[in-house]
């Protein structure tokens, strides 16, 4: 048989982590694994906009006939301003989008646009998060990886522009738009142009995934590298995930933006879009790209909204400031998880150390140590900084 020649492969390591969480019957479990935001008392809930416009949504669609594989473009072009800048979202028509399945399907879309036009390679700071290599694997383009971080907790530039440097012809760069998924530790301003210099005068294609808006500095702040390099260069991609600055996660929302050197070359490189899209998924799930675009286009739904992710912004703040004032705990000094971004940080422990957080603390965290600051509260946060002061000592 053809079938039983598969080899049953390992669950997806972030994925599996949710399961155990879930099966484990301590009480004071703490689970800091796959990123969902967590209120301060652990509830992931939906946002009061969402819940309005979900209502309004169930009162007025007349029919689900099918749309597109690009999708509800009312949803994409929305979206826009918050991206690329009220003054010309569009850049002068250079940019257009189309709807994917969340964050992971507009990379996917992104990367194998990018396979399409003839890109054998992306350059990748690592660690990442894990799903670009799958992604790139199963699409069958190489990742080439770089260093992201310093050990003290910084960008390491020497190691980007190296990268670029070493860059070929053909090649393409994956950058994280905010809160670097898994280290939190993202480009300052300064960093932002340099790259955005240095993309341009290298001429490589820069694909740039923009998972977390609003949960770093703030809706604005979080899309200054985006538009940096959009200004220097030709042509990029952008995959775009309303997933977590919507909590809209399990209805997966997302988009797949295309810059082009001309407004008059959009409609071709995206024609392309929607038929990698028909092959795959024929056409997104409707529902919440029309649920996003009803909120934006009502101003006390986007109000709604856009208070609520300053909530939750300022409440990973607290968590953050929280875990720098600890210091050292153990062998790990968590002062630089109190300037990092978003939702995530690295623990720096070892896969045992990771083991004997789950086993004698029950603190879910992924392998590579990656924590979810959002899974922290008040009321367990002493509990995890002496559970990692335990293991590590
Ligand atoms: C994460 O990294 O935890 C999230 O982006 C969820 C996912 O799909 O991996």
Redesign the pocket.
Known sequence: MTLTSLQQQPA?A??ALIKLHNEDPREDKIDL????YRTDTGATPVFAAVKAAEARLLETQTSKAYLGPEGDMGFVHALMPYVFGKQDPTMGGRIDGMQAP???GAVRLAVALARKAGIKRIWMGTPS???HAQIAADVGVEIKGFTHATKAGTVDMDALRFAIEAAQDGDAIMLHGCCH??SGIDYTNAQWDEIAALVKAKGILPILDL?YQGLGQGMEEDAYGVRRVLAEVPEALIAY?C??NFGY?RDRVGALYVLAAQADQVGAILSNGHALARACWSMPPDHGGAVVRLILEDAALTASWLNELDVMRARMNEVRARLGAAGMQGSVDFTPFGTQNG??SIVPLTGEQVLAMREKHAVYM?GSG?I?VAGLTMGNIDKFIAAVADVTK
């Open positions: 997806d972030l994925l694994g796959v990123g969902v969340g964050g992971t998060w894990p799903n998924n898994p998972a995930s997933d977590k996660y939702l995530f992924a990656r979810n």
